[in-house]
T-cell receptor, first 115, second 115 residues
C-alpha cells in the first residue's frame, strides 16, 4: 500500500539548533517526494521536492532533504533553526494510478522553537 | 489572482444542511485537487480534475460529497446533508500540468464546522 509515515508528531528545538524531521514512504514506483510547511491559518507552502538526480536537494528558507532509496526515507534538515520556522511540516509522495496522480501526505510533524 | 483562493474561509453549518465550498485556482492551471484535513491530521485526497473532467473521485467519503469544475477553472465542492464527521478543513490545490512531479499550489482552506 502507498503511504507516508512521519514518526515524530511533535519536535521541540532551541533557536539556532539543528533540525531533522523524519519521513518514510512506501511506494512501488519511482517516488516523487515533497516537503510542505503549513503555518497557522495559511495554506501549504512547498519547501522542496525530489524526483531524480542528486539525492540531496536544496529548498527555500535554508532547508534541505536527503533521499535514501535503500531506507525509503526523505528526511528534512536545517542547520540552524529560526523562531519563524515554528509550524507544521508535511511530507508527501505523488502517486500515479490509472493515469491520474495525487499526493499522499504524512500526518505531519509540529515544530516548536524555543527562544 | 496570484494564488489559489477559497471561499468562504469559515463555514458553520447545522447538521443536515447543504454547503458549497468554492475554489479559484491559479489561472491556466490544468489540474485541480480537493483534500480534506481533519484536526491533527495530514490532508487526505478527495478528488482530482483535469480541466473540466473529473478523473478521480476515489477519495470522496460518501455520495453526499459532489465536486464540479464545469468550465475548467473555478471548482465547487458540495456537501449535502452535512454530518458532524464532515467537520474539517477543505483544501484546494492546483498545478500547471498533469505531470506527477509538478508542484501543487494550495489555497488557505475552508474550515467547516458542523454543529
Amino acid at each position: 500500500a502507498q503511504s507516508v509515515t512521519q514518526p515524530d508528531i511533535h519536535i521541540t528545538v532551541s533557536e539556532g539548533a539543528s533540525l531533522e524531521l523524519r519521513c518514510n514512504y512506501s511506494y512501488g514506483a519511482t517516488p516523487y517526494l515533497f516537503w510542505y510547511v503549513q503555518s497557522p491559518g495559511q495554506g501549504l507552502q512547498l519547501l522542496l521536492k525530489y524526483f531524480s538526480g542528486d539525492t540531496l536537494v536544496q529548498g527555500i528558507k535554508g532547508f534541505e532533504a536527503e533521499f535514501k532509496r535503500s531506507q525509503s526515507s526523505f528526511n528534512l534538515r536545517k542547520p540552524s533553526v529560526h523562531w519563524s520556522d515554528a509550524a507544521e511540516y508535511f511530507c508527501a509522495v505523488a502517486t500515479l494510478t490509472s493515469g491520474t496522480y495525487k499526493y499522499i501526505f504524512g500526518t505531519g510533524t509540529r515544530l516548536k522553537v524555543l527562544a | 489572482g496570484a494564488g489559489v483562493s477559497q471561499s468562504p474561509r469559515y463555514k458553520v453549518a447545522k447538521r443536515g444542511q447543504d454547503v458549497a465550498l468554492r475554489c479559484d485556482p491559479i489561472s491556466g492551471h490544468v489540474s485541480l485537487f480537493w483534500y480534506q484535513q481533519a484536526l491533527g491530521q495530514g490532508p487526505e485526497f478527495l478528488t482530482y480534475f483535469q480541466n473540466e473532467a473529473q478523473l478521480d473521485k476515489s477519495g470522496l467519503p460518501s455520495d453526499r460529497f459532489f465536486a464540479e469544475r464545469p468550465e475548467g477553472s473555478v471548482s465547487t465542492l458540495k456537501i449535502q446533508r452535512t454530518q458532524q464527521e464532515d467537520s474539517a478543513v477543505y483544501l484546494c490545490a492546483s498545478s500547471f500540468s498533469t505531470f506527477q512531479g509538478d508542484e501543487q499550489f494550495f489555497g488557505p482552506g475552508t474550515r467547516l464546522t458542523v454543529l
